[in-house]
């Protein structure tokens, strides 16, 4: 593939040079931000929490066992805004490859810099924070960075009508803001039909056993009519379990807060801790928010601390009945030790709450 020169201009005024393949004309841009995560570019491009983002991969090569028919994505298209690494493989040598890494970008338009020294952007990020920034090939580009924090990107990736999954005993509402595909697949381990919902449908009233609040993108704030429903749910004591964004929402539909972490967690080898279970885990992340404990009503409490920084890694009401992780259970890609998660919900759906 012939390469052409391309910039990576960030909101502080720093530059970084690269390549980008010839076929690339528009500029994108997003927040950026970047992942620690050794493998697993297919599931973590595709995860639609990454919507609006420029992501940098801090491990140095991408492509190297190519492009799957789609069984390991997170949804059906790449949600990044970008991609940013150090090299690119395009000759990959893998049984399940179907398609180059940069085949794949090309034929998702998604605007790739390579040749970056992704270490020394990743400490400019750690140093300032998360900034926007633009992938561009025109060298005189004078970026406009005004709107590219506020959109409200669960609104895009949410789906636009209700689908049942699955044919089980215990009836689940998948309130979708974004879901990776790998929390469904969990899920249908169990003996559930799944209800996926849109992130404004009101399933408030309806008859179910148990309710999976997904991930999504962007700012947890934004999601008012998310957290309206979900607050009327909580009133019903039937069990309520969150991943990620989830989480926030069951904090701000709880009177509690959020807040934007500095540049956020992003990787396969965040280390969390059980309280109750007094053991740590190795987690898969990808989130910018978190949720602030001094704001927790008193009958709730942590149940998971984020042991690099401490932060709020997890919450529950003291009944149990309602649980959140900001961490993500369903891994993919990453390390499935939290999958208990998925069997404790299950077990308290069997349970009954309050039937
Ligand atoms: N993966 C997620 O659900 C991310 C949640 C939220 N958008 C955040 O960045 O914190």
């Not at 998360?130 to 005189?140: E, M, P, Y």
């Not at 924090?149 to 009508?161: L, Q």
Request: aromatic letters at 10%.
């Amino acid at each position: 593939m012939q390469m052409q020169k391309a910039y990576l201009k960030l909101a502080n005024g720093r530059i970084f040079e690269g390549l980008a393949p010839d076929w690339q004309t528009d500029s994108s841009y997003g927040e950026v931000v970047f992942n620690t995560g050794m493998t697993g570019y297919e599931e973590t491009l595709t995860d639609p929490s990454y919507s609006g983002q420029i992501l940098t991969f801090t491990f140095p090569i991408l492509g190297n066992y190519g492009v799957s028919a789609g069984k390991r994505w997170e949804s059906e298209k790449i949600h990044a805004k970008g991609v940013i690494c150090e090299t690119v493989f395009d000759e990959p040598a893998h049984h399940s490859q179907r398609q180059t890494f940069l085949s794949w970008l090309k034929q998702n338009n998604i605007p790739l810099i390579c040749g970056v020294d992704t270490r020394e952007l990743t400490k400019v990020i750690r140093e300032y924070g998360v900034l926007s920034g633009v992938i561009t090939t025109k060298a005189d580009l004078e970026p406009d960075f005004s709107d590219s924090m506020t959109h409200d990107w669960v609104k895009e990736v949410s789906p636009k009508e209700v689908q049942t999954i699955g044919n089980g005993k215990y009836k689940v509402i998948l309130v979708d803001c974004g879901a990776k595909e790998n929390i469904i697949r969990c899920l249908l381990n169990f003996d559930i039909t799944l209800k996926r919902v849109p992130f404004d449908y009101d399933y408030s009233n309806e008859d179910y056993d148990g309710v999976m609040l997904s991930n999504g993108p962007g700012d947890p704030k934004l999601c008012n009519q998310t957290v309206a429903v979900l607050a009327k749910a909580m009133t019903r004591n039937k069990p309520i379990f969150g991943i990620c964004l989830g989480s926030q929402l069951m904090a701000l539909a709880i009177g509690a807060n959020t807040y934007k972490l500095k540049y956020g967690h992003r990787g396969h080898n965040q280390p969390c801790i059980d309280l109750k279970r007094d053991r740590c885990y190795l987690t898969s992340q990808n989130h910018s928010y978190a949720v602030d404990d001094k704001t927790l009503p008193s009958d709730w409490e942590v149940t998971f601390r984020h042991l690099n920084d401490n932060t709020v890694a997890g919450i529950a009401h003291t009944s149990g009945m309602y649980s959140a992780v900001q961490f993500h259970p369903e891994a993919s890609s990453g390390p499935q030790d939290t999958f208990y998660l998925f069997e404790q919900f299950f077990n308290q759906i069997q349970a009954g709450g309050s039937k």
